[in-house]
């Protein structure tokens, strides 16, 4: 049977697949010719990321196909339910890249609290010549220890914010779709663990009591953070949001910003991928990244496992 992983896969989720008998192709192909490749090569198994679409169209011009995989956690580009009537296989990777999320999450917190983004911006420009200056400007930094980090959404991801949150000795208040108590468990070195219960209260509140905040939910037919939002929430606020494009309402975020009351924001994804908005993309109170937080070697690894062991698991009595 052959495998088409069309955003790529990790070396070791190839020589999984391999070793189990299956041919892997790892060819980019180009979405208009998509349809073409898979019916010419007769591909049994579609394995995407976020780039490929996998549409109704696709889906009922390639009778081939038995698997479609996604590498990552949110399947917004598939057509999931209609791909499932039509009695394929529809898999994705919701826990492999989870720490990896997290950990840019605070990438973007502890360079917020201190302007690294914005430093790294001037300090080649001028650091030789205004080195005082930049200084000055950037010696206000406040911790993040001691102060109340709130996720909205404690799903996979949001646990594993949490859990480094509380490491680095934040409050945590999170809001999910149950109000209620969360139980997280830190391990630590000689299996040592620790369970910590989290409050989980209404989105409405979280906003109030909260120094810092972070977002974990799927993609929404509308934003979730707005103006009526961000009135709400405590002067100086810092938002981070690594989850989908449009959960925040970018224009409200700018004009917060610039009043101050948002002191700063990290953005992994955004309302017009893959050409963001220049304004804010030119925001020097936005840290920016392009779209990478489950862009790790680590993830990709295990993402390729994963999607690997059911593939395998799958077609175990079909290949041929």
Request: hydrophobic share 40%; glycine share 10%; net charge neutral.
């Amino acid at each position: 049977m052959k495998i088409l992983a069309n955003d790529g896969i990790s070396q070791s989720g190839v020589k999984a697949l391999e070793k189990a008998g299956f041919e892997v192709i790892t060819t980019k192909v180009a979405q208009e010719q998509l349809t073409n490749f898979i019916n010419e090569e007769k591909i049994n198994v579609l394995l995407v990321r976020s780039a490929t679409q996998v549409r109704k169209e696709l889906i009922d011009a390639c009778p081939s196909l038995k698997v479609i995989g996604r590498g990552g956690v949110g399947m917004d580009n598939i057509d999931v339910s209609y791909a499932r009537s039509k009695k394929l296989k529809v898999i994705n990777t919701p826990a492999a890249s989870s720490g990896s999320v997290a950990e840019l999450v605070f990438g973007h917190l502890f360079g917020g609290v201190r302007y690294l983004h914005d430093s790294n911006r001037n300090m080649p420009l001028s650091g030789d010549s205004h080195f005082k200056d930049l200084k000055k400007n950037y010696s206000a930094g406040t911790e993040l220890r001691g102060k109340t980090l709130g996720i909205i959404g404690l799903g996979r991801i949001g646990k594993e914010v949490a859990k480094i949150a509380l490491g680095v000795g934040m409050k945590v208040i999170a809001s999910d779709d149950h109000v209620g108590e969360v139980a997280i468990t830190l391990s630590f070195y000689n299996e040592q663990m620790v369970t910590i219960p989290i409050k989980t209260e209404p989105v409405s509140e979280l906003i109030k009591h909260s120094d810092f905040i972070t977002i974990h939910v799927p993609a929404q037919s509308r934003a979730i953070i707005g103006r009526k939002e961000i009135e709400q929430m405590k002067d100086g606020v810092g938002i981070i949001n690594t989850s989908r494009g449009g959960l925040i309402n970018e224009d409200a975020l700018l004009e917060a910003l610039e009043k101050g009351k948002v002191s700063f924001a990290g953005l992994d994804v955004y309302d017009h991928e893959p050409e963001p908005a220049l304004k804010v993309l030119m925001n020097e109170r936005i840290s920016l990244t392009p779209h990478i937080g489950a862009a790790t070697l680590e993830a990709q690894d295990r993402i390729g496992i994963e999607l690997a062991e059911q593939i395998i698991e799958i077609l175990k009595e079909e290949k041929v």
